[in-house]
């Protein structure tokens, strides 16, 4: 079998190649990614030459890239995304282009060539939960609030109108917030723990109570290859890691874990829509597939500041050049 991965410099589909790579070894993976600054090579570097693995820089937006690559392939898992909610907020275009107008032209070149396709989605679809509302579900309704969350409801339907429409072969998986090695660093865990490491504080949005289900990576790259294996054609799967926590006590214990103290969290203002709590479900693919998440939340924390530790080279090249001008402009020197 030969998958074409999309996105698969960045954080979760790095991981999910290396998964299968580890796992799979009949199986073949072409990586389509445009690395753009989230995406590196490095994630990778110990399969570059394994005769399994091929990359291909492109972009999915690109017909004619996309067209050749699905030719050859049995399967497309579909990462690649815009993904951070604070750059969709400052420049929602690239959203739009990458997530909505890449998926369609991925979708078409599936459609052409009768291709499987898997569409990885996130649980920010469904807008903002309440303290005592049961968590998301595959049955719950949309409400995007931002305009990640909108580019990526938007693929979300055009996955399903192909299903119903053209036949196409295809399963949704909605996950929870990743976090592990390869993370990069402008998300929460991975800055938090890189900016410790640097003797900097650490940015808390608001008051730091909003909500998050928080999924380690590995468990996360399990489920989807699960459901390429036995998921039902045209179904959602939506995949948690059972780590409801505030994001004040996610900073908190990664002080603990780097025997830091309280005086390195720094409060800024609440961002734009801020969605208060996440939450997921996981029942469905627990029932239907055996699924559920093997890492707890204390064990990959600590898995992830190990790995930081370790990796130092590497997230320190990451958070150089435009990310450092980025979250100097967010946060200050």
């Known amino acids: 079998?030969?998958?074409?991965?999309?996105?698969?410099?960045?954080?979760?589909?790095?991981?999910?190649?290396?998964?299968?790579?580890?796992?799979?070894?009949?199986?073949?993976?072409?990586?389509?990614?445009?690395?753009?600054?989230?995406?590196?090579?490095?994630?990778?570097?110990?399969?570059?030459?394994?005769?399994?693995?091929?990359?291909?820089?492109?972009?999915?937006?690109?017909?004619?890239?996309?067209?050749?690559?699905?030719?050859?392939?049995?399967?497309?898992?579909?990462?690649?995304?815009?993904?951070?909610?604070?750059?969709?907020?400052?420049?929602?275009?690239?959203?739009?282009?990458?997530?909505?107008?890449?998926?369609?032209?991925?979708?078409?070149?599936?459609?052409?060539?009768?291709?499987?396709?898997?569409?990885?989605?996130?649980?920010?679809?469904?807008?903002?939960?309440?303290?005592?509302?049961?968590?998301?579900?595959?049955?719950?309704?949309?409400?995007?609030?931002?305009?990640?969350?909108?580019?990526?409801?938007?693929?979300?339907?055009?996955?399903?109108?192909?299903?119903?429409?053209?036949?196409?072969?295809?399963?949704?998986?909605?996950c929870s917030n990743n976090y592990g090695p390869y993370h990069f660093p402008e998300k929460l865990i991975p800055l938090a723990i890189t900016n410790l490491l640097e003797g900097k504080t650490v940015p808390v949005y608001g008051d730091g109570q909003q909500v998050r289900d928080w999924l380690y990576v590995e468990d996360h790259c399990r489920a989807i290859a699960l459901i390429l294996e036995r998921g039902r054609l045209g179904e959602t799967y939506c995949i948690g890691g059972n780590g409801e926590r505030e994001n004040l006590w996610i900073v908190k214990e990664l002080l603990r874990l780097l025997d830091k103290d309280d005086s390195l969290i720094e409060y800024v203002k609440d961002r734009a829509g801020h969605d208060r709590r996440y939450a997921i479900d996981f029942s469905k693919i627990r029932n239907e597939l055996g699924w559920q998440p093997t890492v707890t939340l204390e064990e990959g924390l600590t898995r992830t500041v190990e790995w930081f530790k370790a990796n130092e080279a590497w997230w320190k090249s990451v958070k150089s050049g435009e990310y450092q001008e980025y979250y100097e402009k967010q946060y200050g020197k």
């Open 1 to 174: 079998m030969k998958l074409l991965v999309t996105g698969g410099a960045g954080f979760i589909g790095s991981n999910f190649i290396q998964h299968i790579l580890e796992t799979q070894f009949e199986t073949k993976v072409v990586n389509l990614d445009a690395l753009t600054y989230a995406g590196n090579l490095e994630n990778l570097a110990r399969w570059k030459s394994d005769a399994r693995y091929q990359f291909v820089k492109g972009d999915i937006a690109d017909s004619a890239v996309v067209d050749a690559l699905v030719a050859a392939c049995d399967v497309i898992v579909h990462f690649a995304a815009e993904s951070h909610v604070d750059r969709s907020i400052q420049g929602p275009e690239a959203f739009i282009r990458t997530n909505v107008l890449g998926t369609f032209t991925l979708l078409e070149s599936a459609r052409r060539y009768g291709r499987r396709f898997h569409h990885v989605s996130t649980d920010e679809v469904f807008g903002s939960l309440g303290a005592t509302d049961p968590a998301f579900s595959e049955v719950t309704p949309y409400d995007p609030r931002s305009p990640y969350s909108a580019s990526k409801a938007s693929s979300d339907h055009l996955v399903r109108a192909y299903f119903h429409t053209y036949g196409l072969p295809v399963t949704i998986s909605n």
